[in-house]
């Protein structure tokens, strides 16, 4: 049997939970595996079952806090003879570092105090080797070591601070919610993690249920108006509660909400407003407010007149934001008439919460007295406007209406009437300024405008600041003065191969007049005519119609028909328009193709091919011209020496200081003129350096190189003359000037020497060949 299940066996470090049973077989067999039979007290042989034992969890408690290792338990082989020439192995989760072995006795030991809370298990593996030979003994078996929890942690709540809020006004035993703790201890083992709630600070507006963590309310009918605001600290305690456990807190803010329990009161039962009895309509008189202790909707507060004799003249609105109630001004106040009236006025809450009917009633009302105040007032029209009618002829200074107005105030001061003539700025009315009559000062055409808009002003005599202005319209009725006219410019043509009495154009007329009845025009011509006819439609319009067949541009290119057109108003009016008719070349579907200017050139016999022939040619020429003067502009350049007169119109100037009087024969106008007098012993008198640069020349161009030769070498002696200044710049930049003359220099007072470049003009006359010294 040993051979079929070789096991490990262990001794726990805890002995009395070791079966006596197991230990009852001695050390030399497995402790897991029971006798095959055993006698009874009658000496009966009796027979059992092998019964597996659960072995392979080890037990260790957490924390351990000793100096040596912590011992866990021993390992056993029934291999194992006590020789020494078994070895036993441990493989796993912490071998070897967490947990070690002895390979001689197989005692187990953990190296430091493990906590649970960051790993509760560890597997592991052991096995039994040969010693000698490295052979395993046994199969490998696989066990777990469990930490055993103790209460090394206290109880945490999931937030620091919670919020939460209740109904003011709610019965006890109300939730208002429910906090948790966690304790990172072994829930299943003992009661480390066992937590009971209890309640620090709050009472007696709160409790809490000790198992659950749910909080409640503990007193009745807290008010909000009287407070809103609570904090409460929770406690959490593991142990179940017991003395030695570890405790953690939490703070709970709990804010009463609002309901509608309280009704809206007046703080007084009566008020007095006043208002000037010039206020406009609408305007507000004074405000009044019920408090109320509820906030947001139950505070909503409505308000009403419910009684006295100003309900038609006052009115009252809520102000949505304030919750106030404005009294305003509903009708015209009049001091002389009344001057106070008396309003009951109500206010009552928006939103009602029935549970509370008890505690009301929610509504009150408060007497509002206003006053009315007198102040001088501008006059009053009899009417808000005025309509007059005056016909357009109406000679000038006719009455046309009468406006009337008066000082409403007990002194009854008079009023003087006046125009504003911003509004008639042609002067075309007057006004009496004691009566208030509208008369005209011009001649009124309706053709012109039919209506005027003038403002007629009130000022009363003894105070001319209290002014007042009415509008008055005044309407100009309409007589038949105009003649009625083409209503449109006709553009009408007729083609050369229409037939007698064809159609060509549709004619109307408008008249500025409006007669009541509506206009009735008559068409008809001045006289006769044999080429056209005109037929009255009765419609206010008429047809135009040829009179014969047959027209002929060369003969005739166009015809003036007038035309009469009558009114039918008294007294009638009648005008003459002249239809002007073109001769145009149609073709047989009657569709125009040249009129005009077409005309005119198949008189003359020139096409349209031609004519455009002839100006494109024109246009070319202009082209040709245009571009013929601009090449000529660009290579039309003078000679540089037209004459001997003009070489000097030819010098480049060098700003070099030169060498004062001494330098006069430098550069010989005659010389330049005439190369063949050349004194070729006549030097300088100034010192003359040796030659610093070798001088290279071009190559000589034919024609003029006796002057080209003699100008290098003068420009040579020039450029290495050591009194000069400055170092010119080579090839020099050449500008025309005017004969050189002698300048001052600023320094020395001496003529300034001015170095010459002259344009070499080759022999055949080229002016574009120059030939220049370069030194090098």
Known sequence: ?????????????????????????????????????????????????????????????????????????????????????????????????????????????????????????????????????????????????????????????????????????????????????????????????????????????????????????????????????????????????????????????????????????????????????????????????????????????????????????????????????????????????????????????????HRFDHLGPFKDTALVKVSVQDVDEPPVFSSSLYVFEVQEDTPVGSLIGVVSAWDPDVNDHRVRYSIDRHTDLDRLFNISSFNGSISTLQFLDREASKWHNISVVATEIGNPQKISRVPVFIKLLDINDNAPEFAMFYETFVCENVKAGQLIQTISAVDTDEPLIGHKFVFSLSSSNPNFTVVDNEDNTARILTGRSGFSRRERSAYLLPVVISDNDYPIQSSTSTLTIQVCACDRKGNVQSCGLEAFLLSTRLSTAALVAVLLCVIILLMIVVLFAALRRQKKKGPLIISKEDVRDNVVSYNDEGGGEEDTQAFDIGTLRNPEVLDVNKQRRDIIPDMLFPCRRASPVHGGSDIRDFISCRLTDNDSDPTAPLTTRWPPTRTREAAPSPSLSARSGRPRRTAIRSSITSAAGDPTSKSWPTCI
């Open 1 to 353: 049997m040993t051979n079929q299940f070789p096991l490990l066996f262990l001794l726990l470090a805890f002995p009395q939970q070791i079966s006596p049973a197991l230990l009852a077989s001695g050390g030399s067999g497995n402790l897991f595996n029971k006798p095959a039979g055993l006698a009874d007290k009658e000496g009966k042989l009796l027979h059992r079952s092998k019964r597996g034992w659960m072995w392979n969890h080890f037990f260790l408690l957490e924390e351990y806090t000793g100096t040596d290792n912590q011992y866990v338990g021993k390992l056993h082989s029934d291999m194992d003879k006590g020789d020494g020439s078994v070895k036993y192995v441990l493989t796993g989760e912490g071998a070897g570092s967490l947990f070690v072995i002895d390979e001689k006795s197989g005692d187990l030991h953990a190296t430091k105090g493990l906590d649970r809370e960051e790993k509760a298990n560890y597997t592991l593996r052991a096995q039994a080797v040969n010693r000698y030979t490295g052979r395993p003994l046994e199969p490998e078996t696989e066990f777990v070591v469990k930490i055993h929890d103790i209460n090394d942690n206290e109880p945490k709540f999931t937030k620091e601070v919670y919020t939460a809020s209740v109904p003011e006004m709610s019965e006890v035993g109300t939730s208002v919610m429910e906090v948790t703790a966690i304790d990172a201890d072994d829930a299943t083992y003992g009661n480390s993690a066992k937590l009971v709630f209890s309640i620090l600070q709050g009472q007696p507006y709160f409790s809490v249920d000790p198992e659950s963590g749910e909080i409640r309310t503990a007193l009745p009918n807290m008010n909000r108006e009287m407070r809103e605001h609570y904090q409460v600290v929770i406690q959490a305690k593991d142990m179940a509660g017991q003395m030695g456990g570890l405790t953690g807190t939490t703070t709970v803010n709990i804010t009463l909400t609002d309901v509608n329990n309280s009704p809206p009161r007046f703080p007084h039962s009566s008020y007095h407003l006043s208002v000037l009895e010039s206020a406009e309509m609408g305007s507000a008189v004074g405000r009044i407010k019920a408090a109320d202790g509820d906030i947001g909707v139950n505070a909503e507060t409505h308000y009403g007149i419910v009684d006295g004799d100003g309900r038609d003249t006052f009115a009252i609105a809520t102000d949505r934001v304030t919750q106030e109630g404005i009294i305003t001004v509903k009708r015209r106040l009049d001091y002389e008439s009344k001057r106070t009236y008396a309003l009951k006025v109500e206010a009552w809450n928006a939103h009602l919460d």
